[in-house]
T-cell receptor, first 114, second 113 residues
């Protein structure tokens, strides 16, 4: 089984709808991240969490919210989706014990907002 | 502020030819550097990483990268490309005390027969 899983893998929705993307990990890592990928822009950080009670905004958090339900689960919500949130979304984890910022990525969720 | 520049948006290479992807970074302290690959429809897979020590780093799938501090570069190379190397490649920089990685915009590699 994959260490970092994301559901759904693909989603098409309409403007104004509420959407939740889910991420689960079996790596036992405390730190979890949500990124979005857009062509020509690479990956940009939306939110990150150091543990269940520590959640922080990233570079582009407007229009998004997150929930860390447990160490292993980190969900991203779009309260009212808009077309420019069409992107590929990645969840990642990091083991701070390594002393380096190596991150492990899920397979991604491709979201299309019509 | 930390940043990564990948000057080449798209590279086309013949199968069996060598490949070099450029990465330049800006970072205020000792950088930790990474190359990730994203195959079509797939997530990001770590190819290799540099933390310290030998500046020539070996990775998976026959890739290597060289860290040059004086040039703020971490270029990725492969001596002989296979059709399965067609993908998008991302360079990233971070540090031990950073909360995030900073990614370049990516380089798309097309392999022609």
């Amino acid at each position: 089984d994959a260490d970092v899983t994301q559901t759904p893998r693909n989603r098409i929705t309409k403007t104004g709808k509420r959407i939740m993307l889910e991420c689960s990990q079996t790596k036992g890592h405390d730190r979890m991240y949500w990124y979005r990928q857009d062509p020509g822009l690479g990956l940009r950080l939306i939110y990150y969490s150091f543990d269940v009670k520590d959640i922080n905004k990233g570079e582009i958090s407007d229009g998004y919210s997150v929930s860390r339900q447990a160490q292993a689960k980190f969900s991203l919500s779009l309260e009212s989706a808009i077309p420019n949130q069409t992107a590929l979304y990645f969840c990642a984890t990091r083991d701070p014990g390594t002393g380096a910022n190596e991150q492990f990525f899920g397979p991604g969720t491709r979201l299309t907002v019509l | 502020a930390q940043s990564v520049t990948q000057p080449d948006i798209h590279i086309t290479v013949s199968e069996g030819a060598s490949l070099e992807l450029r990465c330049n970074y800006s970072y205020g302290a000792t950088p930790y550097l990474f190359w990730y690959v994203q195959s079509p429809g797939q997530g990001l897979q770590l190819l290799l990483k540099y933390f310290s020590g030998d500046t020539l780093v070996q990775g998976i799938k026959g890739f290597e990268a060289e860290f040059k501090r004086s040039q703020s570069s971490f270029n990725l190379r492969k001596p002989s490309v296979h059709w399965s190397d067609a993908a998008e490649y991302f360079c990233a920089v971070g540090g031990s005390n950073d909360y995030k990685l900073s990614f370049g915009a990516g380089t798309t590699v097309t392999v022609r027969a």
